[in-house]
């Protein structure tokens, strides 16, 4: 069983950053690709970023790109969302995801990730 837990959200003016950390156990844990997702109220869960097994790979979403970094340090267990130049359209639940059969990183729905963290409220003021 794969247990994930999110940490770092917090209430942030527009303009400055946070870093997300998501702390995994009960697998091996480099062997899956992560991603981050968000759900703003009343919104779909949407896509933010993945990251390869080994780190050697990152996906973002658009509107995220040249903002938002994705890391990961197997020897930790944890992947990171470094997030910068934050605007209130940021704000959302952030929630990090593991991929048991380790897809592409361009396959983005939230149905093909089988383990989930509880979440982390990001909140961004203007």
């Known amino acids: 069983q794969v247990q994930l837990v999110e940490s770092g959200g917090g209430l942030v003016q527009a303009g400055g950053s946070l870093r997300l950390s998501c702390a995994a156990s009960g697998r091996t844990f480099s062997t899956w690709r992560m991603g981050w997702f968000r759900q703003a109220p009343g919104k779909e869960r949407e896509f933010v970023s993945a990251i390869s097994s080994s780190g050697s790979s990152m996906y973002y979403e658009n509107s995220v790109k040249g903002r938002f970094t994705v890391s990961r340090d197997n020897t930790k267990i944890t992947v990171y969302l470094q997030m910068n130049s934050l605007e209130p359209e940021d704000t959302a639940v952030y929630y990090c995801?593991?991929?048991?059969?380790?897809?592409?990183?361009?396959?983005?729905?939230?149905?093909?990730?089988?383990?989930w963290g509880q979440g982390t409220q990001v909140t961004v003021s203007s």
């Open positions: 995801a593991l991929d048991p059969n380790n897809r592409p990183l361009t396959n983005t729905h939230p149905s093909l990730y089988g383990f």
